[in-house]
């Protein structure tokens, strides 16, 4: 039997929240194509020319804000997966069904650890089988397919290439939804309910959605099961995507514009949920809970909460299992 192994990936983070570490990781991303896909030639004048200069400085000061003693949020949430999630397969698979041991490594898009490191880890251990789950709930190209070319591109040189099996999204999967129904469950269990309930994803450009990627739907789907399951009536919630970057239409409402306009109408309490960051992040850490909050009650509402990432939950945990166990050859 095939020595298996997984590969836990997210989109990556800087090494440190100063301006030098965030401008060597925006430039790694900001080259991706599948990210920017203007005119190299136009786009490389501005983003040496401008982004890299401006945008540095600004990032690292919303970095610092949340950074823990261990490191970006981001990195150490996924060390704690990988690190439940191994435990959780040492137990229960024992019975040496998937072979002797099944090790799991993680490997970030953009930055460090990479794909190529982790790719190797695997590799050092004996793997000849790697599942690779890219920790997106909902594919898009910029995310799920950046992290296909990167995987791609490491074994482009090597004589031995593994045989690969990815997971594209599981914006739908029974387990996933019922772990975020269960997230708000628990929250409005300890801070009671609020007038809205609102899904805010991060967003991509609209042509993304124009040229056939199937993010925005994956996410109104999401949305939309997670609202069934909560029973919650159609004034009761939304959907919204923030994080916009340039100059082109991202895909719409935009966060923190209905955020403006609920204030201003009079909502005044509201509640919300990001699912489609597996793990809490400068974007939800920074940008939703604490700039959009701000927005929020700038704007005359009292009430705003943010609800925790599934980070190493149990329940998301055991959502990471099956989409593996789904996947291993016995
Ligand atoms: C969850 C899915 C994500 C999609 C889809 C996505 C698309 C996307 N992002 C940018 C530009 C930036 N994103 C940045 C941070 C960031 N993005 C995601 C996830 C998705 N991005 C995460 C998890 C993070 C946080 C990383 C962390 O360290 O905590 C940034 C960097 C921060 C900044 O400069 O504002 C940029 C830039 C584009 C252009 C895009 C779709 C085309
Ligand atoms: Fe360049
Ligand atoms: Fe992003």
Redesign the pocket.
């Given at each position: 039997m095939k020595k298996q192994g997984v590969l836990l990936c997210n989109?990556g983070t800087p090494d440190e929240p100063t301006p030098e570490a965030v401008r060597r990781y925006l430039a790694e991303f900001l080259h991706d194509k599948r990210v920017v896909s203007i005119s190299r030639w136009i786009w490389c004048i501005i983003l040496h020319g401008i982004v890299l200069r401006v945008r540095p400085g600004k990032v690292a000061k919303a970095y610092k804000k949340i950074w823990l003693k261990e490191g970006s949020p981001l990195l150490v949430i996924t060390q704690k997966q990988r690190q439940k999630l191994q435990n959780e397969i040492n137990e229960r698979f024992v019975d040496q069904r998937y072979g002797k041991h099944v090790p799991v490594e993680i490997a970030m898009a953009y930055g460090n650890p990479s794909i190529s490191n982790g790719l190797q880890a695997l590799k050092n251990q004996g793997c000849e089988r790697i599942i690779v789950l890219p920790l997106y709930p909902q594919y898009s190209s910029?995310?799920t397919a950046s992290i296909f070319d990167r995987v791609a591109k490491h074994f482009k040189n090597e004589f031995y290439v593994p045989e690969i099996t990815y997971v594209g999204d599981y914006h739908d999967h029974p387990h996933y939804i019922h772990s975020l129904v269960r997230s708000v469950e628990r929250f409005r269990e300890q801070h009671g309910d609020s007038q809205k309930l609102l899904f805010s994803f991060?967003g991509v450009p609209e042509r993304f959605s124009k040229k056939g990627d199937p993010y925005e739907s994956q996410c109104r789907k999401t949305a939309d099961l997670v609202v069934k399951a909560l029973g919650l009536a159609e004034d009761e919630y939304a959907v919204s995507f923030q994080?916009r970057?340039g100059k082109e239409e991202w895909v719409k409402p935009y966060t923190d514009e209905l955020l403006t306009s609920w204030a201003k109408e009079g909502v005044e309490s509201v509640q919300v949920i990001s699912p489609a960051f597996s793990a809490d992040c400068l974007?939800t850490l920074e940008e939703l809970a604490i700039e959009n909050r701000d927005t929020f009650i700038e704007n005359g509402g009292s009430d705003y909460q943010y609800i925790p990432a599934l980070n190493d939950d149990r329940g998301h945990i055991e959502l990471m299992l099956q989409l593996i166990e789904q996947r291993l050859l016995t």
């Amino acid at each position: 039997m095939k020595k298996q192994g997984v590969l836990l990936c997210n989109l990556g983070t800087p090494d440190e929240p100063t301006p030098e570490a965030v401008r060597r990781y925006l430039a790694e991303f900001l080259h991706d194509k599948r990210v920017v896909s203007i005119s190299r030639w136009i786009w490389c004048i501005i983003l040496h020319g401008i982004v890299l200069r401006v945008r540095p400085g600004k990032v690292a000061k919303a970095y610092k804000k949340i950074w823990l003693k261990e490191g970006s949020p981001l990195l150490v949430i996924t060390q704690k997966q990988r690190q439940k999630l191994q435990n959780e397969i040492n137990e229960r698979f024992v019975d040496q069904r998937y072979g002797k041991h099944v090790p799991v490594e993680i490997a970030m898009a953009y930055g460090n650890p990479s794909i190529s490191n982790g790719l190797q880890a695997l590799k050092n251990q004996g793997c000849e089988r790697i599942i690779v789950l890219p920790l997106y709930p909902q594919y898009s190209s910029a995310t799920t397919a950046s992290i296909f070319d990167r995987v791609a591109k490491h074994f482009k040189n090597e004589f031995y290439v593994p045989e690969i099996t990815y997971v594209g999204d599981y914006h739908d999967h029974p387990h996933y939804i019922h772990s975020l129904v269960r997230s708000v469950e628990r929250f409005r269990e300890q801070h009671g309910d609020s007038q809205k309930l609102l899904f805010s994803f991060h967003g991509v450009p609209e042509r993304f959605s124009k040229k056939g990627d199937p993010y925005e739907s994956q996410c109104r789907k999401t949305a939309d099961l997670v609202v069934k399951a909560l029973g919650l009536a159609e004034d009761e919630y939304a959907v919204s995507f923030q994080s916009r970057f340039g100059k082109e239409e991202w895909v719409k409402p935009y966060t923190d514009e209905l955020l403006t306009s609920w204030a201003k109408e009079g909502v005044e309490s509201v509640q919300v949920i990001s699912p489609a960051f597996s793990a809490d992040c400068l974007e939800t850490l920074e940008e939703l809970a604490i700039e959009n909050r701000d927005t929020f009650i700038e704007n005359g509402g009292s009430d705003y909460q943010y609800i925790p990432a599934l980070n190493d939950d149990r329940g998301h945990i055991e959502l990471m299992l099956q989409l593996i166990e789904q996947r291993l050859l016995t």
